[in-house]
């Protein structure tokens, strides 16, 4: 059960602030949605999405490449990892796109500096104090605006001027009703209080008796964030941080499991946002990728580009892959040693969300990402 006895203890923290784990949840005036899921840790896209049709594939991957091969083929070139069963089924329903060899404007292989990049969209890691999330919540209608965030802090993603606050379950025992009754009494004629009050009461109404467990939970983190996304008074914009990515070693069980939540997580998705997946587009994203060949401990090392995901039944122009692909031949790859990018981060994201939410992509573009030219 999502906890009163935190909801009460985080009210008084005040600030608009309700501490949690590890969602992020924004929303503003529209019957759209948008839901961000960062795979912290630098997914392999060349796994999640894999070359097959590249005569260099098999060679650079040696055993992990025939995992790859088990999936299901998208095209003459790319075939999607084994564990992405309902990504597969949206794809050929149109309900979902693949970029591949893309990246920010990184290119370093730190995950703290490459996930802010990611998040700000700066020039340079921690140049930029707001997220492009939170930038793109002023483009959204305004009035009944409401943000909220299921995680540990606001993610640079969702900082900004554009208020986010934050919520989390807890273990701790439920607050009796006469203790909830005399707080509300106590914060009554509290200007401050008084709203954060009944924000906490209103968000665990929506989260109702979904437990996420410890966060892992494809299925039971897709139920709380459909709960916190349904009706009128629900969130519209949602961020959603992943880990187990970093697979130094032992990659192909470790990214089967992750990979396996996060269809969880999609499918759930789709069949408790009930109607209102038709207006929802789902972005899964990375900091960057991993090497091409694979290391001495059966797994993949930091790289540069990757693989990124759109799912979504307003997702526009699905059922396709978009990659300028630039080959994983010896001279092709970036330093020698990575996939070379040949796409940028924030044009898919202009691309798809400008198409999402009827804004003019250069204006989109301007606002959200004002320093990527």
Known sequence: ???????????????GTLLAPRIAFAAAETDRRFIFIIQRGAADGLAILAPTGDPAFAAARGDLAANAASGAKLDSLFTLHPALATGAELFRNKQALFAHAIASGYRERSHFDGQNMLETAGTRPY????????????????????ALALATAIPPALRGPVTVSSYAPSRLPDADSALLERVAMLY?????????????????????????????????????????????????VAMVETTGWDTHINQEGRLGNVLKGIDEMIATLRSDLGPAWSKTV??????????????G???????????????????????RINADWPGLAAGQLYESRDLKPTMRFEALVTEALSAHYGIEPERFRRTVFPDYA
């Not at 989260?207 to 410890?214: E, I, K, R, T």
């Open 188 to 236: 009554a004629e509290d200007a401050q209080l008084a709203p954060l009050w009944s924000s906490a009461v209103q968000t665990e109404a929506m989260a109702g008796a979904v437990d996420p467990g410890n966060g892992r939970g494809g299925t039971a983190t897709g139920k709380l964030i459909a709960s916190l996304m349904a009706g009128a008074d629900g969130a519209r």
């Open 282 to 295: 789902i972005l899964v994203a990375t900091e960057f990728g991993r090497t091409v060949h694979v290391n």
């Open 127 to 146: 140049a930029r104090d707001d997220g492009w999330i939170n930038r793109l919540l002023a483009l959204l209608p305004k009035g009944e605006s409401k």
């Open 1 to 15: 059960m999502i906890n009163r006895r935190k909801l009460i203890l985080s009210g008084l923290a005040g600030a």
């Open 297 to 319: 401990t059966r797994g993949t090392d930091h790289g540069t580009a990757s693989a990124a995901m759109l799912f979504g039944g307003s997702l526009a122009k699905g059922g």
